[in-house]
C-alpha cells in the first residue's frame, strides 16, 4: 500500500502555511508527524491534492509557561510532552496519558496538535486537557482565536478549525491551590494499543474538605471527549467518599455512548467506565490531598 501521489509544501511560518491553506482549500492538509494522516491518506480513507507540512516551524514546538497558564506548542511530540519536567511538576495528569500512548517509534513523531486535531473519539490527549480546562488556540492570517476545548470538537473527527486556521498550540490555565487531575484509561494490552474506553477527572478541595468545582470528561465511549455536567453536580459541594465517587461514577455511566467493536461491546465499554470514573477521581483526589499539603 502506498501513498498516493501528492505536492508536498514544506513551510517555515504559519503566515506561510496559512496562505498555501488559503490557496488550495479543501485541496489540501496539514501534515504534522503524519502518524494519522499518512495511515488514512495510504488506507484511501482520504485524499487529498497538496501536503502543507508546518515541521519546520520552530515557534510551535516549545513548551512554555506565561501568563499563569501552560502553553503547548502544536509540534510538541508525545516523547517532549512525556519528558518535559515542566509539564511533570505541574500537570502530571498529562503524564498518565502520554506514558500510555502508542510505542515510542509513533510517540517520537505524534505531536499534540496532531493528536487534538484529527478528533478521534479514542485520542488520549483531549479528555485530560479538557478536564483540565484546556483551550486550543487557532492561527490564520486573519488573526488568532482561542476555543475551549470543551467546545471545540464538534463529532468524530470534525472541529471548530476554521478553513486556513492552524492550531498552533494548546493553553492550561494556572490551577490553583488544592487541585488535582488524573486519567484512567483502559486498553487491550500495554503498548501500542489504543483507548477502549476512557475518564479524565479534575477537581479542587475547599478549605473545609469539600469539593469545590470537578470535571469529568469520556474518552473512547462518546463521539467526543464529552464533559460529563450530571458528574460535577454530583460532586461539587460535598465532602469526597468513596461512596460519592460511585454516585458520580454511575451519573458518567449514564452519560457515556459507546459504540460496539472488536475491541469491546458497548455493555463491557459501560462496565469500564464505571470502574475508570472511580479510579480517576481517587487519583484526583489524592493529588488535591497532596497539593493541598
Ligand atoms: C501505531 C499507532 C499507535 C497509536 N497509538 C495511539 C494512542 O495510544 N493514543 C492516541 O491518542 N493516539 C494514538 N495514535 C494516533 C496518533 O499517533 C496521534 O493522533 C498523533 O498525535 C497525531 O499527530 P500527528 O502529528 O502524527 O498528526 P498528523 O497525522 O500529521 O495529522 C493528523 C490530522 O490533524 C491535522 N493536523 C495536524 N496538526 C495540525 C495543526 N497543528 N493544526 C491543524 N490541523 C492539524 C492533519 O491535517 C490531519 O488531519 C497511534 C497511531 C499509530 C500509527
Not at 519546520?56 to 516549545?62: C, F, G, R, V
Not at 498550540?169 to 486519567?183: E, T
Not at 465511549?221 to 460532586?235: D, G, M, R
Not at 458518567?252 to 455512548?257: C, F, H
Request: contains cysteine; proline residues 4%.
Amino acid at each position: 500500500m502506498y501513498i498516493p501521489s501528492v505536492n508536498f509544501h514544506r513551510t517555515r511560518s504559519l503566515a506561510e502555511a496559512s496562505v498555501l491553506l488559503e490557496f488550495y482549500g479543501s485541496q489540501s492538509r496539514i501534515l504534522a508527524g503524519g502518524t494519522d494522516l499518512l495511515v488514512d491518506l495510504k488506507a484511501k480513507r482520504i485524499s487529498t491534492d497538496h501536503l502543507i507540512s508546518i515541521n519546520h516551524i520552530a515557534s510551535l514546538k516549545t513548551i512554555t509557561e506565561e501568563n499563569d497558564a501552560l502553553r503547548i506548542g502544536a509540534l510538541t511530540t508525545i516523547t517532549q510532552l512525556d519528558e518535559s519536567q515542566l509539564v511533570r511538576d505541574r500537570f502530571p495528569s498529562i503524564v498518565d496519558a502520554t506514558r500510555v500512548m502508542a510505542v515510542r517509534q509513533v510517540r517520537n513523531l505524534a505531536t499534540v496538535g496532531g493528536n487534538i486535531a484529527s478528533a478521534v473519539p479514542c485520542a488520549d490527549l483531549p479528555p485530560i486537557l479538557t478536564a483540565l480546562n484546556g483551550s486550543v488556540v487557532l492561527w490564520s492570517n486573519k488573526g488568532e482565536r482561542i476555543v475551549p476545548l470543551r467546545n471545540f470538537f464538534l463529532g468524530p473527527r470534525r472541529t471548530d478549525i476554521h478553513e486556513a486556521e492552524i492550531l498552533s498550540g494548546v493553553i492550561i490555565p494556572n490551577s490553583g491551590r488544592n487541585f488535582g487531575a488524573a486519567y484512567a484509561r483502559f486498553g487491550l494490552r500495554e503498548g501500542n494499543a489504543i483507548a477502549v474506553a476512557a475518564v479524565a477527572a479534575s477537581l479542587t478541595l475547599s478549605a473545609n474538605g469539600t469539593i469545590n468545582s470537578a470535571c469529568i470528561t469520556l474518552g473512547a465511549v462518546a463521539p467526543i471527549p464529552k464533559v460529563v455536567e450530571e458528574a460535577s453536580n454530583v460532586l461539587c459541594g460535598e465532602k469526597p467518599s468513596d461512596a460519592l465517587f460511585a454516585k458520580a461514577a454511575d451519573a458518567t455511566v449514564a452519560a457515556a455512548d459507546p459504540i460496539s467493536d472488536v475491541r469491546g461491546s458497548a455493555a463491557y465499554r459501560r462496565e469500564l467506565v464505571a470502574v475508570l470514573a472511580q479510579r480517576a477521581l481517587s487519583k484526583a483526589l489524592q493529588r488535591a490531598e497532596e497539593d493541598a499539603q
